[in-house]
């Protein structure tokens, strides 16, 4: 079983920035974390959850949606397995309900990109980029 925490600011300015952390426990029993693969996805009001940011725990792998290259930095503290998604010139339409997904370990049907691939999902947390 794995528990995923987001946290992070929940009102912002245009062209601010925020960072979004992700803790992540897991029983001792389970798979190791460089198995796991992280990601991030966002859901406004009315729409579908989407993809943002995804990785392999291992470092070998990164995907971005074309939407936030660039602009979405993922990264992870090993010591704190903790798992960050900065957000960089936020705009209004970056308003949404921010989740962290996770999945234990690849399968040739996995698909960093859909979010019924991944398996654990934080409650998420609001982020609402407003003047």
């Known amino acids: 079983q794995v528990q995923l925490q987001e946290s992070g600011p929940d009102l912002v300015k245009p062209s601010q920035m925020l960072s979004l952390t992700c803790t992540v426990s897991c029983e001792a029993s389970g798979p190791s974390f460089s198995r796991y693969i992280m990601g991030w996805f966002r859901q406004a009001p009315g729409m579908e959850r989407t993809f943002l940011a995804a990785f392999m725990w291992s470092g070998s792998i990164t995907r971005y949606a074309d939407s936030v290259k660039g602009r979405f930095t993922m990264s992870k503290d090993d010591a704190q397995n903790t798992v960050y998604l900065q957000l960089n010139d936020l705009k209004p339409e970056d308003t949404a309900v921010y989740y962290c997904?996770?999945?234990?370990?690849?399968?040739?049907?996995?698909?960093?990109?859909?979010?019924?691939?991944?398996?654990?999902w934080g409650q998420g947390t609001q982020v609402t980029v407003s003047s």
């Open positions: 997904a996770s999945r234990t370990s690849y399968s040739s049907t996995f698909s960093y990109y859909v979010p019924n691939s991944y398996e654990y």
